[in-house]
């Protein structure tokens, strides 16, 4: 199974960017999709899940209001909507996807997630 991840940039503070992430290969059914980033000199951390089974969305509180994560379960993509960016969202991204299930109290964990993307720049100016 892989992962692509595509649509990072550069954009302006403010800007909007959409991120897209696709399984291909030999695909295992998959209970959550996720994105995480990790900025210079920093640890990678949470962004955004959508769980399949019943759609729920959770968001980091840094992104909660300007971010927006969906998908097609079927299809095996999830997407990331980004608007009113600022520098600090400045990293890169990766999409993450859980073929095991776990606990809500999980879902931000790196640990929950088994396969990964190879991640994709985003850049904000100031």
């Known amino acids: 199974v892989q992962l692509q991840a595509s649509g990072g940039g550069t954009v302006q503070a403010g800007g909007s960017l959409r991120l897209s992430c696709a399984a291909s290969g030999r695909t295992l059914s998959s209970y959550d999709m996720g994105w995480f980033r990790q900025a210079p000199g920093k640890e990678r951390e949470f962004v955004a899940v959508?769980?399949?089974?019943?759609?729920?969305?959770y968001y980091a509180d840094s992104v909660k209001g300007r971010f927006s994560i969906s998908g097609d379960n079927t299809k095996k993509v999830v997407d990331l909507q980004m608007s009113f960016l600022k520098p600090e969202d400045t990293a890169v991204y990766y999409c993450?996807?859980?073929?095991?299930?776990?606990?809500?109290?999980?879902?931000?964990?790196?640990?929950?997630?088994?396969?990964w993307g190879q991640g994709t720049q985003v850049t904000v100016s100031s």
């Open positions: 959508i769980r399949w089974s019943g759609g729920h969305r």
């Open positions: 993450a996807s859980a073929t095991r299930r776990t606990v809500l109290s999980n879902i931000r964990s790196m640990s929950a997630y088994d396969t």
